[in-house]
């Protein structure tokens, strides 16, 4: 079967760096999307990867390994802002997303 | 602004009624998904669509139903078959799947209660 893995939950300090592992097992691989949720809100897109590396957006850095079927979020500087949960996404072979259950992250002053 | 809006934002059912959850979308996106949400768990695909007047059953279709008339338009029926109804659902559109990244874009989400 297809599967996402990623912690439940994680908990940081503000101003810290953190990082949020994802690992998949899927049939096939068109990309891997990771989104954040604030609380009762609609998930936001952060970052798309598709070729392995580390791709940079200000904060927020994504990096990808195929043969590991692995990836990370990592946030720099972090702000209360950033409270929230990350889901992790990838495209299977039919185009189709498989979602992981996603990380709360839980940032403290 | 071009973006996705969902109503209601909260619905409050009672057992064996069907509830229509509308979603609109002005990005001129050609697929719309409908999501279901539960704590603790991913995002699951209840229905998608390509293309109007054309759709496919996602992950877990029993007991929902939905229509692609316009390409703007993507309402979801949750019927009184649907065991477990109450649920945080998410209505998205792309630019299509097969698209270089294809992120999807989300509504605010419509909360529905059975009581």
């Known amino acids: 079967g297809q599967n996402i893995d990623q912690p439940t939950e994680m908990t940081a300090t503000e101003g810290a760096i953190v990082q949020i592992n994802c690992t998949y097992q899927t049939s096939g691989f068109n990309g891997l999307f990771w989104y954040q949720q604030h609380a009762g809100e609609a998930p936001t897109f952060l970052s798309y990867?598709?070729l392995d590396g580390l791709e940079e957006k200000g904060r927020f850095s994504s990096f990808l390994s195929r043969s590991k079927g692995y990836s990370y979020l990592l946030l720099k500087e972090l702000q209360m802002k950033d409270s929230a949960s990350y889901l992790c996404a990838v495209k299977d072979s039919n185009y189709q997303l498989i979602w992981g259950a996603g990380t709360k992250l839980i940032i403290k002053p | 602004d071009g973006g996705i809006t969902q109503s209601p934002k909260y619905l409050f059912r009672k057992e064996g009624q069907n509830v229509t959850l509308s979603c609109e979308q002005n990005?001129?996106?050609?697929?719309m998904y409908w999501y279901r949400q539960d704590p603790g768990q991913g995002l699951r695909l209840i229905y998608y669509?390509?293309?109007?007047?054309?759709?496919q059953k996602g992950d877990i279709a029993e007991g929902y139903s939905v229509s692609r008339e316009k390409k703007e338009s993507f309402p979801l029926t949750v019927t009184s078959a649907q065991k477990n109804p109450t649920a945080f659902y998410l209505c998205?559109?792309?630019?299509?799947?097969?698209?270089?990244?294809?992120?999807?874009?989300f509504g605010e989400g419509s909360r529905l209660t059975v009581l």
């Open positions: 998205a559109s792309s630019t299509g799947q097969g698209a270089p990244t294809g992120e999807l874009f």
């Open positions: 669509s390509q293309i109007v007047n054309d759709f």
């Open positions: 990867n598709v």
């Open positions: 990005l001129n996106h050609d697929a």
